[in-house]
């Protein structure tokens, strides 16, 4: 299977057309079609539905998309990589990372670096730590900040000192609102959207106690953005961590600690044994530094 098939493939999936495809890619419709039909034939496999407007994707079809769009990002990543291996310090960094408060400690961490090498920028890719996880067993992502639970078997890591606080999301015109914080009685009866991840399930469960297997779980949830809207719609409550909360118009979403408090910690993690950019090398020593492998400088946090 050639890249050049591949590109080609997604360019047809992306115009929905074989010969809007050709043009794009400048080569002639039969030229393309013998291409995407050897590949079809190398494969076993039917890739499209050819219609007489449109071609759609077969099942197999779906499958390839998502792969070549994965093999297609790794290789332009290692292509960047390997141009990056200059004396001048430049290139990308890509860090996955939650909604979480210690996301600002990331944000400090890139102005002193780029302080010392402003010609390095950052590609940040919001997901799970179970999502990012799986990036960075890729190669698609160099590090992750990672909520825990998590299993770090494969990862070296620094825990972060800042701690996770776990609040109760919910619109501030409900009863609710008027406490200072929210017990699990108080959640027993109401419908929750709970996180998808199914650790961080389990320390809620230990929160909850008795009252977790009679929760109202009408969601879950992979980020508070979207929990937020079904809030905002009176379809549920969210537990979530507070993250950037806090920043949010509080006259239209605002929220409440748990008591007693639950917390929980964060890692920012790279892969053991991964080849890294210049790049990527240089901004995890930065980070080991200040972040408490170093005597004298440290971020604010």
């Known amino acids: 299977m050639e890249l050049r098939v591949l590109r080609y493939f997604l360019t047809v999936v992306r115009e929905e057309s074989i010969t809007k495809a050709a043009e794009v ?108 996880k799986e990036q960075m067993d890729r190669g698609l992502l160099d590090l992750g900040l990672l909520l825990e639970p998590i299993d770090m078997e494969k990862y070296d890591f620094i825990r972060l000192p800042m701690k996770e606080n776990w609040v109760v999301l919910l619109r501030p015109d409900d009863p609710l609102a008027e406490k200072s914080a929210v017990t699990a009685e ?16 389990n320390e809620l469960a230990s929160w909850f106690g ?8 009408v969601f879950t949830s992979n980020l508070n953005t979207n929990g937020a809207i079904m809030v905002y719609n009176g379809l549920a409550y969210s537990i979530v961590i507070e993250g950037a909360i806090s920043l949010w118009d509080q006259t239209k979403m605002t929220y409440r600690p748990l008591t007693p408090t639950l917390q929980s910690t964060s890692v920012l993690a790279w892969k053991r044994g991964q080849p890294f950019s210049s790049a990527a090398t240089k901004f995890i020593r930065h980070a080991k530094y200040l972040l408490g492998m170093g005597e004298a400088e440290k971020v604010s946090i």
Do not use: W
């Open 186 to 201: 108080d959640l027993a009866a109401l419908p929750l959207i709970l996180p998808r991840r199914m650790g961080v399930q």
């Open 25 to 132: 890619l400048h080569i002639t419709q039969p030229t393309l079609s013998r291409q995407l039909a050897k590949m079809e034939e190398d494969m076993g496999v039917t890739l499209f539905h050819r219609g007489t407007r449109k071609i759609s994707l077969t099942n197999e079809g779906v499958l390839l998309r998502r792969r070549a769009e994965e093999i297609l990002q790794l290789v332009e990543k290692t292509e960047r990589e390997l141009t990056e291996q200059e004396e001048q310090v430049e290139g990308k960094v890509s860090i996955g990372c939650g909604e979480m408060a210690s996301v600002q400690i990331l944000s400090e961490l890139f102005q002193s670096f780029r302080e010392k090498y402003p010609r390095v920028s950052f590609d940040l890719f919001t997901a799970t730590a179970d999502v990012v």
């Open 210 to 217: 008795d009252c977790y297997e009679k929760l109202d779980v």
